[in-house]
Structure formats: C-alpha cells, structure tokens
C-alpha cells in the first residue's frame, strides 16, 4: 500500500523537474527576429543583365536539372565556384523525401558572405531564394531557361553586386531551392516546393529569425507581365512598387494567390516578396519552347535593380 503512492511522487517529481527544465530552457531560446536596415541605394545601378544573362545561358547548357540528376549536380558546383568567386561561400542542404515517384534526395545550396564571419546557427536579416531545379519532363528536353534558369542568374549577378560591398553582404543569405517543381504535372499540398518546405522548417531551428524573404521566379522574359505577391504586407507593396518604378519595371499585384516557394516561408510568419512573370500567359510554360531565346538582359535587369532598390528603401 505504501510503495504506490511513493512512486506516483517520485513520477510527480520528475514531471515537474522535467516542466521546470524545458519551460526555462524555451523562454532562453526563443529566436529573435532580426531588424533590417536599408542597403545602399547605389548598388542597384550596378547589376549587370548582360552578366545574369551569361549565367542563364551557362546553366542551360548544363541540360536539364531536374532533382538527383547529373545535370543538377553540374549546376550546384557551377553555382559553388560563382558564389566562391566573389566570396561567398555555399553549403549544400541534403534531404529525403517522398514523392508520387518514389523517395528522392534533394539538396538545396545556401550562401553566405564570409566576410564577418559565418554562424549557420543564426539567420541573416534578409533571405534571397529562388529554384534551381527544372521540371522533370521525360517527353523532351526540358532546361527551364525561364523556369529556374533566369532567377539563378539573377541571384549569382545579385551576389557579385553586393560582395562590392560586405556590410550589405553580411544581410544577406542566398538560397537556391530545389524540389519546387511537382513531379506530377502541377504543384499540390504534397508534391512540389519541398525544399522552400525544408528550408523554412530548418530556419526555424536557428536561434535568430530574418525579418523579410524576397523570391524570385519566371523573370527572364520581358515579353511578358510580371507580378509581386498579393499577400505583401503593406510596407512591402509600397517599397516594391516604388523600386519598380524606379527602374521602370513593369510590375503590379498578383489578382490571386500564387503558390511558389514564397509560401512555406510566409507560413512560418515571415514577411515576403515574390516577383514572377506572367506565366499563365507564357505559351511555352512547361513546354518545349523554354529556351535560352525567350530570355532577354533587360528583364534580368530590372528585376535585379528592383530587388536592390527595394532593399534600398523597404522598412519591413
Ligand atoms: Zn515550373
């Protein structure tokens, strides 16, 4: 009769010793969201088109990347010595997961500016993503010039820019997703955007937050619309409507929800811009046509400007 009870408060104890621990250790651990000042306006004039478009076409002749394959790992260590040349320095992120084709391994490629030093336990204030990956089509060759190739080179041409000025870098971290396309034909809670989905779940295991996300994607096609994301917070819409107009990029609010790689990071609570062309208007989406021709320097161009003049001038 007397040992029950005793083993009840010994199980009693070690509960509230247990409470007492790991409620003291959540409230130290609570990340903090990162404030973000301005970068130096002058940057933007500085992004080349012509540079982001020799990148573009350098990954097209890679062949398509879509996750796993040879062509993909072509691309990751094309993107490992840019991003090393100008002094960033790239990690990749591996993973598995499963999909209506069977598992997959993943690897997204993250970068840093070494100068300051690098600590991948914390964040940086701004996150800069885009897809690397191309969609899997076994009907004909498929590189994604537009697709993920031009927002690559955007992004690589964007590293060059602001490693001319390391305190700028230093708010900086890139992210080069893969995994955004579906391996069925369209995006779906559970098919696509799985490394936009592992990232943001791993960010949110760093001791510190961003405080804004920019992606980008479809952007290398002047002949086409493009659109930012209809659920920018109010700072963001101002900020990116006024650094378009700055480099007179044509740009307006999405009518409706996209669903892109912006999402999973919206959803764990970060504010976000997304800048996409109109693809529901581009014939050659997902098509044969999706090749180094449709893209042009001038829209690689002002999307480049646009993102730095929004930095510029976004209090997020
Ligand atoms: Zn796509």
Same mark, same amino acid.
């Given at each position: 009769?007397?040992?029950?009870?005793?083993?009840?408060?010994?199980?009693?104890?070690?509960?509230?010793?247990? @409470?007492?621990?790991?409620?003291?250790?959540?409230?130290?651990?609570?990340?903090?969201?990162?404030?973000?000042?301005?970068?130096?306006?002058?940057?933007?004039?500085?992004? /080349?088109?012509? +540079?982001?478009?020799? !990148?573009? *076409?350098?990954?097209?002749?890679?062949?398509? *990347?879509?996750?796993?394959?040879? $062509?993909?790992?072509?691309? =990751?260590?094309?993107?490992?010595?840019?991003?090393?040349?100008?002094?960033?320095?790239?990690?990749?992120?591996?993973?598995?997961?499963?999909?209506?084709?069977?598992?997959?391994?993943?690897? +997204?490629?993250?970068? *840093?500016? #070494?100068?300051? %030093?690098? &600590? @991948?336990?914390?964040?940086?204030?701004?996150?800069?993503?885009? !897809?690397?990956?191309?969609?899997?089509?076994?009907?004909?060759?498929?590189?994604?010039?537009? &697709?993920? %190739? /031009?927002?690559?080179?955007?992004?690589?041409?964007?590293?060059?820019?602001?490693?001319?000025?390391?305190?700028?870098?230093?708010?900086?971290?890139?992210?080069?997703?893969?995994?955004?396309?579906?391996?069925?034909? +369209?995006?779906?809670?559970?098919?696509?955007?799985?490394?936009?989905?592992?990232?943001?779940?791993?960010?949110?295991?760093?001791?510190?937050?961003?405080?804004? $996300?920019?992606?980008?994607?479809?952007?290398?096609?002047? /002949?086409?619309?493009?659109?930012?994301?209809?659920?920018?917070?109010?700072?963001?819409?101002?900020?990116?409507?006024?650094?378009?107009?700055?480099?007179?990029?044509?740009?307006?609010?999405?009518?409706?929800?996209?669903?892109?790689?912006?999402?999973? =990071?919206? +959803?764990?609570?970060?504010?976000?811009? !997304?800048?996409?062309?109109?693809?529901?208007?581009?014939?050659?989406?997902?098509?044969?046509?999706? #090749?180094?021709?449709?893209?042009?320097?001038?829209?690689?161009?002002? #999307?480049?400007?646009?993102?730095?003049?929004?930095?510029?001038?976004?209090?997020?």
């Amino acid at each position: 009769m007397k040992r029950a009870p005793l083993a009840l408060l010994l199980v009693l104890a070690i509960a509230v010793g247990a @409470w007492f621990h790991y409620g003291k250790q959540g409230a130290e651990d609570i990340p903090t969201r990162l404030a973000y000042s301005a970068i130096p306006a002058e940057l933007a004039a500085g992004f /080349s088109g012509d +540079n982001a478009l020799a !990148h573009v *076409r350098a990954l097209d002749e890679l062949g398509p *990347r879509p996750p796993a394959s040879p $062509g993909y790992e072509k691309a =990751l260590a094309y993107l490992e010595a840019e991003f090393s040349r100008h002094g960033w320095t790239a990690v990749r992120q591996t993973f598995s997961r499963g999909t209506p084709k069977g598992p997959v391994t993943f690897t +997204n490629l993250l970068a *840093r500016h #070494t100068a300051g %030093g690098i &600590d @991948w336990s914390k964040s940086t204030p701004v996150v800069i993503g885009g !897809h690397l990956d191309s969609k899997a089509i076994d009907a004909f060759t498929f590189t994604g010039a537009n &697709d993920g %190739g /031009s927002s690559t080179g955007v992004i690589l041409e964007l590293a060059r820019v602001l490693a001319g000025d390391p305190a700028a870098a230093a708010k900086v971290e890139f992210v080069l997703f893969d995994g955004e396309e579906a391996l069925l034909p +369209n995006i779906t809670p559970t098919d696509g955007l799985y490394g936009s989905k592992y990232y943001a779940h791993e960010i949110l295991k760093r001791t510190s937050w961003p405080a804004l $996300g920019i992606v980008l994607d479809l952007v290398g096609d002047s /002949s086409h619309g493009f659109y930012y994301n209809i659920e920018a917070t109010d700072a963001i819409a101002a900020a990116v409507e006024k650094a378009a107009a700055d480099s007179e990029f044509k740009l307006r609010r999405s009518p409706g929800p996209i669903l892109d790689d912006h999402v999973p =990071l919206q +959803n764990t609570g970060l504010p976000c811009l !997304h800048i996409i062309g109109d693809f529901m208007n581009m014939p050659y989406w997902h098509q044969e046509g999706d #090749t180094i021709e449709v893209i042009d320097a001038a829209a690689l161009e002002k #999307t480049g400007r646009t993102t730095l003049r929004f930095l510029a001038g976004v209090a997020p």
